[in-house]
Each structure stands twice: as structure tokens, then as C-alpha cells.
């Protein structure tokens, strides 16, 4: 069965530090989307990042890259030059196939603590 | 920037009740999605929903839920009779077309609490 691995259940990290947060996958799927979300205290879910398998350069949006390795089956979230606001909990999840009406499957998070 | 709304931000109802949630998706959307998060723990899919019928839905989703577009804008997560164990964040999802279609927009959610 497909799943997501996350096995930082939390970290903690001086500010303006890089953050690499970890995320393993495994499915048998050829086709399908990696997903990155930010769920501050305020419980909202904010979407950061995707990457599709087919995709061959990592994705970036800002300070938020994507580290995907697809032979390790991995999808590691780099955040560069922590800030306060980056305190949250964060969850890996996936999409397979890589339909539009398809479900994401999330990790069960790692909780980012950054430190002044 | 468009963004999915979810009203109430908080509802408390008495265990038995019936409760609807209600979301509006991005307009331009055409995918909908419910989750739902009991405190602490992973966010799990419920249901997803397109071209005014369900596509898929999880063996949470059991009779005790159903789930509708009624208008243009509007799409709604019923429960009939809660349950003590329904008390999570319930989040809406939608996702559109075009380039950036794999993405699913999450609303801010609400969250259940069933006394």
C-alpha cells in the first residue's frame, strides 16, 4: 500500500538556519504529485510546494525547495534562512495516480520549532 | 489572490445532531475535496467530488455523511447524527485546471467539537 513517511516528529532549529525537513514515499505508481503543506497553530492547512514525478528539475517557490530523489523514493523540504513565522507543523503528502479528482495522502507531520 | 472559504470557523453541537459544513471552493474550480483532522493527528481524506457526484470516498465516509453542491459556489459536508468521535477540523479542498492543477487549495477549516 502506498504511504508517506515523515520520521522527524519534531525538530528544532536556530533562526536564519537552513531546515531540511525528511519524507520518504513508496507506491509502485510510475505517475504521481509530492506535496508539501505548512499548518501553523492557527490550523489552517497552507499549501508550500509540489513536485510531479515525472518533473526532472527540483521544485522551487521562494525560500521552499523540494530535495526529490526518485530512486530513494524521497521528497525532502528545504526551507533556506529560517524565520520565527516558519514555527508549524509541516506534512509530506502524495497524490497517485496523478489524477485531478484523486485524494492526497498526508504524513503524519513534523512539528518545526525555530529558535531566536 | 482566490482562496477557499469555510464557514462556520467553529461549530459545538450535542452528540445525535445533524451539522452541515459549508465551503466554498476557488470559483474556478472543478474538484472538491473534504478532510477531516482529529486533534493531533494526520489529516485523512473523506470524500472528493466532481461533475456533481462523488468520485471517491473513504471508509470514514459512511452513511452518516453526505455531501452536495447545491449552487454555483456552495459545497457542503453533512453529518446526520454526530457522534462523540466526529469532533475534529474539517477541511475543504479544491483544485482547478490548467498547469497548476494537481494542487489542492485547503480552506481554513472548521473545527467540530460534539459534546
Known amino acids: 500500500a502506498q504511504k508517506i513517511t515523515q520520521t522527524q516528529p519534531g525538530m528544532f532549529v536556530q533562526e536564519k538556519e537552513a531546515v531540511t525537513l525528511d519524507c520518504t514515499y513508496d507506491t509502485s505508481d510510475q505517475s504521481y504529485g509530492l506535496f508539501w503543506y505548512k499548518q501553523p497553530s492557527s490550523g489552517e492547512m497552507i499549501f508550500l510546494i509540489y513536485?510531479?514525478?515525472?518533473?526532472?528539475q527540483n521544485a522551487t517557490e521562494g525560500r521552499y525547495s523540494l530535495n526529490f530523489q526518485k530512486a530513494r523514493k524521497s521528497a525532502n523540504l528545504v526551507i533556506s534562512a529560517s524565520q520565527l513565522g516558519d514555527s508549524a507543523m509541516y506534512f509530506c503528502?502524495?497524490?497517485?495516480?496523478?489524477?485531478?479528482?484523486?485524494?492526497?495522502?498526508f504524513g503524519k507531520g513534523t512539528r518545526l520549532h525555530i529558535l531566536p | 489572490e482566490p482562496e477557499v472559504t469555510q464557514t462556520p470557523s467553529h461549530q459545538v453541537t450535542q452528540m445525535g445532531q445533524e451539522v452541515i459544513l459549508r465551503c466554498v471552493p476557488i470559483s474556478n474550480h472543478l474538484y472538491f475535496y473534504w478532510y477531516r483532522q482529529i486533534l493531533g493527528q494526520k489529516v485523512e481524506f473523506l470524500v472528493s467530488?466532481?461533475?456533481?457526484?462523488?468520485?471517491?470516498k473513504s471508509e470514514i465516509f459512511d452513511d452518516q455523511f453526505s455531501v452536495e453542491r447545491p449552487d454555483g459556489s456552495n459545497f457542503t459536508l453533512k453529518i446526520r447524527s454526530t457522534k462523540l468521535e466526529d469532533s475534529a477540523m474539517y477541511f475543504c479542498?479544491?483544485?482547478?485546471?490548467?498547469?497548476?492543477?494537481?494542487?489542492?487549495?485547503f480552506g481554513p477549516g472548521t473545527r467540530l467539537t460534539v459534546t
Open positions: 467530488f466532481y461533475n456533481n457526484e462523488i468520485s471517491e
Open positions: 513536485q510531479g514525478s515525472y518533473d526532472e
Open positions: 503528502a502524495m497524490k497517485w495516480p496523478l489524477n485531478r479528482d484523486d485524494k492526497i495522502i
Open positions: 479542498a479544491s483544485t482547478g485546471q490548467g498547469p497548476s492543477s494537481y494542487e489542492q487549495y
